[in-house]
Structures are given as structure tokens and as C-alpha cells.
């Protein structure tokens, strides 16, 4: 099955930092989607993003599929940003979620 | 508009009982999908439906888990008896294509811990 790699695993950023976090995929995916977990659990959908950019708010997202990678892009951090960023990637519906980047912002 | 539904949010039983949790699905959306989150790691896929129909269940241990999703809509899953490492979250999902190939939105999960 697919392999899905995320880096770095931990990030501490203060607030007002970019950073930018990494997905690569050992095959090609036709379904890619970024979620932010928020310390109460909750998985928000950031971005389906297959290929191409998209952008919304601060946060914007890169996918390469042809390099079987994705790039997601936090601008000027703010504490709420804080919890972990899933990337998860696949054939039609059944996504494979890699082990999670999570990113604490401090004041 | 509401987002997907989960009951109960928190489950505590002791090991061989048994346990169900209820989805609600985000109106209009044809695929469901049940999720198994344990600690620290991403989600897995246990089954998907695509209105009535498990499509995918290729990672349900069906010797003790069984779902439905009756009429296309609401789901059940069900752990008969549970066992100690089957505590974890459990999460609901839905996604409006057929095919799923698009935003999947989750519900709050439901943390069942077996003692």
C-alpha cells in the first residue's frame, strides 16, 4: 500500500513565524487532502489539493504530483494554529494519513 | 448547516462487552467512512460506504466489528465482544461525491477506552 511520509514531525515556532511543512507519497495519489487536529481532537479539512496551489487565508498549499510530494505553508503563526497537520493521500475515497506533523506556537 | 454527528462522545465498558456508535452524516452526502485514530498516530480506515454499499471494508476486523448504513444515511458500528486494544478514538466522515474523491468532513469521534 501507500506510504505516506510527513516532516518534520515536532515544530515550536513563536508566533508571527512562517513555517512550512512536507508530505512526500511512495506512489501516486489521485486524492490528497491536508487537516489540522486541534488539541480538542477535532480534524478540520484544510485543503483538497490533488495538484496545483491553493490558498486560504494565511495558510496556502503546493502539491508536485508528479514528484509525489505536498507542501503546506503557515504565514505568520498565531497560537490557535497550534495541534497536529495530517496529510493524507489515496486512490477515490480510501486515504492513507501519514503519522502527522504537530506544531506549537508560542506566545 | 451541521456538520457530522457522533454519539456517544466518550464510551468506558469493560472488555468483552459489546459497544456501538452512531454517525450522522452531513445532509445530502453519499460516502460515509469510519475511522480507528489511536493515540498519536493518524487516522485508518475501517470501512466505506458509498450510499448503501460497503465498498471498502478491507481493514475491518470482521470477526468482532460490524457496520450498517441503512436508507444511505445514518451509520452504526458495532465491536462485539471489545477487547482491551480496541481503545481509541473512533471517527465519522462524509464527503459528498460518489466516487470520494473529494473534502472529507469529520465528526467529533468517539473515545471508547476498554478496561
Known amino acids: 500500500g501507500i506510504q505516506v511520509e510527513q516532516s518534520p514531525p515536532d515544530l515550536i515556532l513563536q508566533e508571527g513565524a512562517n513555517s512550512t511543512l512536507r508530505c512526500n507519497f511512495s506512489?501516486?495519489?489521485?486524492?490528497l487532502q491536508w487537516f489540522h487536529q486541534n488539541p480538542w481532537g477535532q480534524l478540520i479539512n484544510l485543503f483538497y489539493?490533488?495538484?496545483g496551489t491553493k490558498q486560504n487565508g494565511r495558510l496556502s498549499a503546493t502539491t508536485v504530483a508528479t514528484e509525489r510530494y505536498s507542501l503546506l505553508y503557515i504565514s505568520s503563526s498565531q497560537t490557535t494554529d497550534s495541534g497536529v497537520y495530517f496529510c493524507?493521500?489515496?486512490?477515490?475515497?480510501?486515504?492513507?494519513f501519514g503519522k502527522g506533523t504537530k506544531l506549537s506556537v508560542k506566545p | 448547516e451541521a456538520g457530522v454527528v457522533q454519539s456517544p462522545r466518550y464510551k468506558i465498558i469493560e472488555k468483552k462487552q459489546p459497544v456501538a456508535f452512531w454517525c450522522n452524516p452531513i445532509?445530502?452526502?453519499?460516502?460515509l467512512y469510519w475511522y480507528r485514530q489511536n493515540l498519536g498516530q493518524g487516522p485508518e480506515l475501517l470501512i466505506r460506504?458509498?450510499?448503501?454499499?460497503?465498498?471498502?471494508d478491507s481493514q475491518l476486523p470482521k470477526d468482532r466489528f460490524s457496520a450498517e448504513r441503512l436508507k444511505g444515511v445514518d451509520s452504526t458500528l458495532k465491536i462485539q465482544p471489545a477487547e482491551l486494544g480496541d481503545s481509541a478514538v473512533y471517527l465519522c466522515?462524509?464527503?459528498?461525491?460518489?466516487?470520494?474523491?473529494?473534502?472529507?468532513?469529520f465528526g467529533p469521534g468517539t473515545r471508547l477506552t476498554v478496561l
Open positions: 445532509s445530502g452526502h453519499n460516502t
Open positions: 466522515a462524509s464527503s459528498l461525491a460518489v466516487s470520494g474523491t473529494d473534502t472529507q468532513y
Open positions: 493524507a493521500g489515496g486512490s477515490q475515497g480510501n486515504l492513507i
Open positions: 489539493i490533488p495538484s
Open positions: 460506504y458509498e450510499n448503501e454499499e460497503a465498498v471498502d
Open positions: 506512489d501516486s495519489v489521485n486524492n
